[in-house]
């Protein structure tokens, strides 16, 4: 006797449930019944999270689709999905973009979707998600796949379900959605930046932040300059008992010596010109909460020694007072420095570093993050989609390859900034603004080679034009590094501490080199 096709997709969903499976394996197999129920060119699972949808699991779709966070505001066909509980099928003529336009795998020529079916999803009669199905080819749904995706959208609710109970064994689900509106309500933002990856290393890093949020310790974030450290750090500090006071962030490197003091601090009436009246530093602004000492490397010596009482003690004093405040303040250091270098080459004190270093947490770069470029990729991609008002924007197949085999001395910030310049470089060379647009690789700007590129970003010297004939090696010593200098404060906007990280110098030191060649 046949089976009948319904029963013979849901069956193997209903062994699964027993299961204790793998979050994604469960989803990939669900996705897996389902296009072998309803064949289709691509099939999606979707966590609503707030006002905007997260895609847990694709089949047929472009890998970077799972860094995608899809707004509902941006996007009406989920909203229409989300706001009727039984399927609803989209006609091959809706004027409606479809979120998966130029996503499709297998677009054979032409990338916009014609049919699309979706279904949400409820757990304990609330909205949970959605699954969509899409086809490039209209009519490729019938009456009879709106039935049976309806019956099978109970099992899939049934499905994330168990996976969920498997996981409220610690009661992570509902702890992370708490958390997750806890930090939206703190960072007073419609929703929280993610640390987005599937990679092993990326998993090794949520563990870590798993681990230290619970404690109050002092965590020293490092990390080349671009991997993410002031997510991290969010994410700490979201994951804390401290999540409802204040996250306080300075930039060490970004102010004038004479300032970090005041910064960090405050300051009363008349202690220094222009201190027209009294100013709560930072540390006091943090009180209860957390404060992120980024490029915490770059500040002073003297300032280091007033930082190390203060997490000694827990007491301050304004800059120009003699009165004492006490805080409590958990701190959060972050470093693109070898700070134990930095100590045996004197530049650093070694008592503050280890009072930083309680837990020392390494952010890895994102060459060593593998397939996770996609997905942020795709993330920016619907970012820049969404600021451009396109109806897709999508990787070519050569694109995403390249983007696989670059090295990222920028690690994630370069890849953010690249694809912003990308798409509008790809826009420009457009004769008219297309619907859907497609970054190749000749759009990336990927610059040299892997194998040549610089860790720190600076071009290498050979990309210097080289200084013209001179009298001496002296006089051509000095031109070529009045040119790397000027180079490299042209890159950062006249930040010195960024110019001399990127030159491997002491703050310091460069400035008075500059000196000594007339550039300041």
């Not at 694109?399 to 990308?422: F, I, S």
């Amino acid at each position: 006797m046949t089976t009948h096709p319904l029963l013979q997709a849901l069956l193997p969903l209903v062994d699964d449930l027993s299961r204790e499976l793998a979050e994604d394996e469960r989803y990939r197999r669900l996705l897996a019944a389902l296009r072998a129920l309803i064949p289709c060119d691509a099939t999606a699972l979707l966590r609503l999270d707030g006002e905007q949808l997260i895609p847990l699991a694709v089949d047929g779709l472009s890998p970077d689709t799972l860094g995608r966070r899809f707004a509902l505001a941006e996007h009406p066909r989920f909203e229409m999905l989300l706001g009727d509980r039984a399927p609803t099928r989209f006609a091959a003529d809706s004027d409606l973009p479809d979120p998966y336009d130029g996503l499709v795998e297998e677009h054979v020529g032409h990338l916009e979707v014609h049919d699309c079916l979706g279904c949400p999803l409820f757990i304990d009669d609330r909205p949970w998600g959605l699954i969509t199905l899409d086809s490039l080819e209209p009519g490729s749904f019938a009456q009879s796949d709106l039935d049976n995706l309806e019956a099978f959208a109970r099992l899939a609710a049934a499905s994330v379900k168990a996976n969920d109970r498997l996981l409220s064994l610690t009661q992570r689900a509902e702890a992370e959605r708490q958390l997750a509106a806890r930090f939206r309500e703190v960072a007073g933002q419609a929703g929280a930046t993610e640390i987005i990856g599937q990679s092993s290393a990326h998993k090794r890093l949520q563990a870590e932040i798993d681990t230290v949020a619970g404690s109050d310790l002092t965590v020293l974030i490092a990390g080349e300059t671009g991997v993410g450290k002031e997510l991290v750090a969010q994410a700490i500090h979201a994951r804390s008992a401290r999540a409802r006071k204040p996250l306080i962030s300075i930039n060490c490197a970004a102010l004038p010596d004479q300032l970090v003091e005041s910064e960090l601090f405050g300051h009363v009436r008349g202690a220094f010109t222009g201190a027209s009246g009294e100013r709560s530093g930072k540390f006091e602004l943090a009180d209860g909460g957390t404060l992120l000492l980024d490029e915490v490397g770059e500040l002073p010596l003297p300032v280091q020694a007033k930082l190390l009482r203060v997490l000694q003690s827990g007491q301050l004093q304004r800059l120009g007072s003699d009165r004492e405040h006490r805080v409590d303040v958990r701190i959060l250091a972050a470093t693109n420095r070898d700070l134990a270098e930095e100590v045996r080459a004197g530049r650093f004190r070694a008592d503050l570093y280890h009072r930083l270093s309680v837990y020392p947490l390494q952010v890895p770069p994102l060459r060593e993050r593998g397939r996770d470029v996609l997905l942020l990729a795709g993330h920016f991609l619907e970012q820049n989609r969404a600021r451009l008002h396109l109806r897709g924007l999508r990787l070519g197949a050569e694109a995403q390859t390249a983007l696989l085999r670059h090295d990222w001395p920028g690690n994630v910030r370069e890849l953010e900034h690249l694809l912003g310049r990308a798409a509008l470089k790809a826009l420009a060379r457009q004769p008219e603004r297309p619907r859907i647009l497609s970054l190749e690789t000749c759009d990336l700007d990927l610059g040299l080679p892997a194998a040549v590129a610089p860790a720190n970003g600076a071009p290498p010297p050979e990309a210097l034009e080289a200084p013209a004939a001179v009298g001496d090696l002296r006089q051509a010593v000095d031109e070529y590094q009045r040119r790397l200098i000027q180079a490299a404060l042209q890159r950062t906007q006249d930040n010195w501490a960024a110019a001399a990280r990127e030159l491997g110098l002491d703050r310091a030191n460069l400035h008075r080199l500059a000196t000594r060649l007339g550039i300041k």
